[in-house]
């Protein structure tokens, strides 16, 4: 139905080829795009770079995005190499390890800072860096969690911080949508990625998820791709600023 042939996305996120930031590129792939693909840091590079070159990704760089140093060359490296951007996918949250773990209301101000600015303003910086690039129009997105909406059990201070991310894309909408700029949160459900083997008896949820799920079945990265690619389209341009269940309709389950 749609086709993002001559697209130009940039995806921050990818950790290995189980990750949602990565169903995401592969969506966008699938569908024509071309892609930019960033890596975290040395460590991360051997996993991520032969995913994204496997993909055929025009541009794989690092990207630290508490580094503004970074965050300038891989824009001004899209720049020279595209001219333009039409999407960009942010995948990234970050929380001390005892934040995650521990009551929200002993979360250090430090620890609470840093998983904000981590994964709530870097959402504002990448956008902020995307708009010049978008000036026919865009779509920005991130990446939620129910537990912004509903106590999770061992989910911590990611539930406040997440619950921030969706009230940005809001604002972010709303600011950019004269412009011709979508801002959406994708909202998956429960599944199996790097980032959620951190989450303390995760197993437990996605055994939930999958039984009282009206599908039955968990969400995949390949779902959440699909979705994506969807969003980033032409056919979605008049869709904005909402948060995205994709879950098998577990969120609508009491």
Request: hydrophobic residues 45%; contains cysteine; negative net charge.
């Amino acid at each position: 139905m749609f086709d993002l042939t001559g697209h130009k996305a940039l995806v921050v996120g990818v950790a290995n080829d189980q990750s949602i930031a990565y169903g995401c590129a592969k969506g966008f792939k699938t569908q024509g795009a071309d892609l930019a693909v960033t890596y975290l840091n040395e460590k991360a590079e051997p996993y991520v770079r032969p995913l994204a070159e496997e993909l055929g990704a025009s541009i794989i760089a690092p990207l630290d995005v508490r580094d503004e140093a970074q965050l300038d060359a891989l824009f001004s490296e899209i720049k020279d190499t595209w001219g333009q951007l039409d999407t960009l996918l942010h995948s990234i949250a970050f929380s001390k390890k005892e934040d995650l773990h521990g009551r929200v209301i002993d979360c250090s101000a430090d620890g609470f800072a840093l998983a904000m600015d981590i994964s709530v303003h870097s959402f504002l910086r990448l956008i902020r860096r995307a708009e010049p690039l978008m000036p026919h129009g865009g779509t920005c997105m991130t990446v939620s969690f129910m537990g912004s909406q509903f106590v999770v059990d061992n989910y911590g201070v990611m539930g406040p911080v997440k619950a921030a991310l969706e009230a940005a894309t809001r604002y972010a909408a709303a600011e950019l949508g004269p412009k011709g700029i979508s801002v959406h949160a994708l909202s998956p459900g429960p599944l199996k990625t790097r980032a959620a083997s951190g989450i303390a008896e995760f197993d437990a949820l996605l055994n939930d998820a999958s039984e009282r799920a009206p599908t039955h079945h968990l969400a995949t990265i390949e779902d959440v791709g699909a979705y994506a690619a969807f969003l980033a389209s032409r056919e979605a341009f008049n869709v904005t600023g909402g948060v995205h269940p994709i879950d098998g309709g577990y969120s609508i389950v009491g």
